[in-house]
């Protein structure tokens, strides 16, 4: 199975900037998408952005676009979320997820990374 840990949090000021990394270790999937989720105290999780294994597809959060940037690393097995101009409803535990690109559902994740932006 895939293990997946997540890297980089902390607590920054609103406009600051922060890089989440993933790196996944074990068996994976030939073709798949890796993810970045976050879930903020009382709300849903909700997904951030999505990019393929060859990372020549991107996708992200309407809500989102523009502060947030996900890209692979030089390593196929790694993945990085890019946040800028951070806002405090940006404070959330964000997840790394991956699944096989021909599942609907993300089947494996790390345990999370708080990221706490103050105003």
């Known amino acids: 199975q895939v293990q997946l840990v997540e890297s980089g949090g902390g607590l920054v000021q609103a406009g600051g900037s922060l890089r989440l990394s993933c790196a996944a270790a074990g068996r994976t999937f030939s073709t798949y998408v890796m993810g970045w989720f976050r879930q903020a105290p009382g709300k849903e999780r909700e997904f951030v952005a999505g990019?393929?294994?060859?990372?020549?597809?991107?996708l992200y959060a309407d809500s989102l676009k523009g502060r947030f940037t996900i890209s692979r690393g030089n390593a196929k097995n790694t993945v990085y979320l890019q946040m800028n101009s951070l806002k405090p409803e940006d404070t959330a535990v964000y997840y790394c997820?991956?699944?096989?690109?021909?599942?609907?559902?993300?089947?494996?994740w790390g345990q999370g990374t708080q990221v706490t932006v103050s105003s």
């Open positions: 990019i393929s294994w060859s990372g020549g597809s991107t």
């Open positions: 997820a991956v699944r096989a690109s021909w599942a609907t559902a993300y089947d494996y």
